[in-house]
């Protein structure tokens, strides 16, 4: 089973920037696509941005040219990170790193990131 581990988040002004990353408990095989979401409490979990192994990156129109995904795949864990840029107080969430596996969906712990003044 695998385990991601997230880390960054925290407070921030508008305007400022925050990176976060997330790594896998172990090595994954093949092609995959990892990817951040985001969650308001009372609102569903939306996607933020995915980028695949081959490094085609996705992102939701509310963070394109502010975000930027990449993924580090020459260790044998893989890492995923979010350089967000130009942050919103409507950035203010929880954001989870995801993986999909097979036909199972992992997900980090979430980690707080908050855009205020």
């Known amino acids: 089973q695998v385990q991601l581990v997230e880390s960054g988040g925290g407070l921030v002004q508008p305007g400022g920037s925050l990176r976060l990353s997330c790594t896998a408990s172990?090595?994954?095989?093949?092609?995959?696509?990892m990817g951040w979401y985001r969650q308001v409490p009372g609102q569903a979990r939306e996607l933020v941005a995915t980028?695949?192994?081959?490094?085609?990156?996705?992102?939701a129109n509310s963070v394109k040219g502010r975000f930027t995904i990449g993924i580090e795949t020459d260790n044998a864990e893989p890492t995923v990170w979010i350089q967000m840029d130009s942050l919103k107080p409507e950035d203010t969430a929880v954001y989870y790193c995801?993986?999909?596996?097979?036909?199972?969906?992992?997900w980090g712990q979430g980690t707080q990131v908050t855009v205020s003044s």
């Open positions: 995801n993986v999909p596996i097979g036909v199972r969906n992992y």
């Open positions: 172990q090595s994954i095989r093949g092609l995959y696509v």
């Open positions: 980028i695949t192994t081959r490094g085609v990156a996705d992102y």
